[in-house]
């Protein structure tokens, strides 16, 4: 999954995932390699037709060699320089992952580690969240079932080199709450990954980026690869610029300083270095006499070690499974704000490729690109997903009543500003007819029908839902077929965002009703008790307004593509402000709603209006509460 994949980007990333690892894979067919060459230029010039793209670099693997490199596009707009897949660098994002799960398994080999004991055991510089009495492993942050909660915005990525910090001081700095325990679903967890690399700094002696270096970049020759930031000097003019839109036009966005958590995404590398890493991995971890795997550690490594569910794909040690045309792949996907890459690897027929973009639409380009080519060699010749509902299965109806409603994706910030994201709204499953269901939302959506209990299948494409039920027969959580790195969980109507989105709704209109009305009855005499009441709601109605404008205007004045650097953005800590005061207001009203049904100058209508706007106001503080709005928490 993605490094920039977090609550601000969850929508965009769900989307690309699950376009590109939806269904199963089939058996290589003989293909030729020229003729694939033609093929995947008319794919690739089809989505710089269709996208905003500046370039993108590309290498195959099959049969123990490297069968094609390639560039497409430019690797700078200004001075139209092709990009060269030798020489020009591009940001994996999270397909740096690959190379810290693969040094924590050569340090398994070796019997330095245990991918069973607890990680403290190897990190003394901070404590590791603990919350369940589960002591955190390897395997558990590995397989991406550490029980963390995510975040990203503000810190995960830095815009100048002087923000740089070690890689122990910013994991001991942002150490998220544990929200579930350890080796029960998986939530994608980047700090999780990064606590790996620390880990693997601890045990060797020496940074994460010297180790890489000297245990798989040098032994493989991959001169054109590195995890330090700043570029070392010899790289500089190799590295690819990376663009964002603005206005319709590509404009560079500027180097993403990823080194605070450099295990989970820092690697800057060339199309032909990922070539050999993946020809390492698909040989029995060698590569022209340097071996950095013993066969066997390869082999558990690519092997299956966490599942949802049996009908559903794995994760492997830190592989993921991609199921397509009716075949098993493993790899990773990885976004920052401007790259978007994708490698996967089919160890059984010795194939993989890579391919990296460096705008940002390259993310909604990468999928069809990625399909393709498994397509071309993994051709589907008989139809294995639904073209027409099945028969209904008995209890079909019952199950899909309790399937329907909310979802909302669990790698998420459960107790930091950033969660207000989610307020955007849920993953929402509508029946679809007998035997079916469906999610209205273009590309991940479409029509699901039941073929086994509880199992939907995907009608024209390979997309699969698998729900899990609690001891009460209650449906508690989703798994998505192709996507095991994390969960969807059902909401109850006071969890969903719609529920929130109502009742906020609903205190702009009675705030707004309350000041006008104070407005107007502002020369009423009132006793003392329905003076302080009106007061307080007036108060609390006024904090009310001024606070959902200014943070409007805090968001609507911030570059989103900067807020991964920029959160939160300016103007938030006023508007947070506000929020507080009219939380106290509230509860000062609160308070007066007994001596105001006492007073006998208030009428049996303003009682109810008072009642029922104290009422609303309570609820929009309960809802600023769950979604981490009250107080300053970043």
Excluded at 443 to 450: C, H, L, R, S, T
Excluded at 474 to 494: A, T
Aim: proline share 4%; net charge negative.
């Amino acid at each position: 999954m993605q490094l920039v994949a977090q609550p601000l980007r969850w929508a965009i990333a769900l989307t690309l995932l699950v376009a590109i690892g939806q269904g199963s894979l089939a058996e290589a067919t003989n293909s030729t390699d020229d003729h694939f060459e033609a093929y995947l230029d008319g794919l690739v010039s089809a989505q710089f037709s269709d996208y905003k793209l500046a370039g993108m670099t590309f290498a195959l693997v099959r049969d123990g060699e490297i069968t094609l490199t390639k560039g497409y596009g430019h690797a700078d707009l200004a001075t139209h320089e092709p990009v060269d897949p030798a020489r020009h660098l591009f940001r994996p994002g999270s397909v740096s992952k690959l190379f810290t799960w693969t040094a924590v398994m050569q340090l398994v080999e070796q019997g330095k580690i245990s991918l069973h004991e607890d990680v403290s055991k190897y990190v003394q510089q901070f404590d590791i969240p603990n919350e369940f009495n589960t002591p955190l492993t390897l395997t558990h942050i590995m397989t991406h079932a550490p029980g963390l909660e995510d975040g990203a915005a503000g810190f995960l990525f830095v815009d100048e080199p002087s923000k740089i910090t070690s890689l122990a001081e910013a994991l001991a700095t942002h150490i998220p709450t544990q929200v579930r325990a350890p080796g029960t679903y998986s939530s994608y967890s980047n700090w999780a990954t990064a606590l790996a690399g620390l880990v693997v700094a601890n045990v060797s002696g020496m940074s994460f980026e010297d180790y890489v270096q000297e245990n798989i970049f040098t032994p493989l020759n991959m001169q054109h690869s590195t995890f330090d930031e700043p570029l070392p000097a010899h790289l500089l003019a190799d590295m690819s610029i990376g663009y964002t839109e603005k206005q319709g036009a590509l404009e560079p966005f500027g180097f993403e300083y990823i080194k605070n958590f450099g295990p989970a995404g820092a690697l800057s590398t060339s199309a032909d270095d990922m070539a050999v890493f993946m020809l390492a991995h698909l040989n029995h971890g060698s590569y022209a006499g340097a071996q950095i795997l013993q066969p066997e550690t390869t082999r558990l490594m690519h092997s299956n070690l966490f599942s949802h569910h049996e009908k559903v794909s794995a994760m492997a040690h830190g592989f993921y499974e991609i199921r397509r045309n009716g075949h098993r792949f493993i790899g990773h996907g990885g976004d920052t704000v401007v790259f978007h890459s994708q490698l996967l690897i089919d160890p059984d027929n010795d194939f993989g490729f890579y391919l990296s973009f460096n705008a940002a639409d390259g993310g909604q380009a990468r999928s069809a690109i990625v399909n393709g080519i498994i397509d071309y060699f993994y051709p589907l010749e008989v139809v294995q997903h639904p073209t027409t509902p099945p028969l209904t299965l008995s209890g079909s109806a019952e199950r899909i009543a309790k399937i329907v409603g909310a979802y909302r994706l669990n790698r998420r910030s459960y107790t930091r500003l950033e969660a207000m994201t989610g307020l955007a709204g849920d993953l929402v499953i509508v029946p679809a007819g007998e035997g079916a269901i469906e999610i209205p939302v273009p590309n991940i959506g479409g029509k699901f029908v039941e073929v086994e209990a509880f199992v939907f299948d995907q009608v024209d494409r390979q997309g699969r839902l698998v729900f899990e039920v609690n001891d009460a027969g209650e449906v508690e959580h989703g798994f998505i077929g192709s996507l095991p790195i994390m969960v969807i969980d059902k909401l109850s109507f006071s969890e969903r965002a719609s529920s929130h989105q109502a009742v906020i709704l609903l205190t702009l209109l009675a705030s707004l009703f309350v000041i006008i009305n104070t407005i107007r009855n502002w020369q009423q005499n009132l006793s003392g008790a329905a003076q302080n009441a009106r007061r307080s709601i007036t108060l609390a109605a006024t904090f009310n307004l001024l606070f959902v404008m200014a943070l409007t205007a805090a968001l609507l004045g911030a570059d989103i593509d900067r807020l991964i650097f920029d959160f939160p953005p300016s103007g938030t800590a006023f508007a947070l402000l506000l929020a507080v005061l009219g939380s106290v207001c509230t509860f000062v009203a609160l308070f007066f709603l007994v001596p105001v049904w006492r007073a006998e100058d208030c009428g049996i209508w303003a009682r109810i209006r008072y009642t029922y706007v104290t009422t609303v106001f309570v609820l929009f503080v309960l809802i600023l509460h769950f979604w981490n709005i009250l107080g300053w928490r970043y």
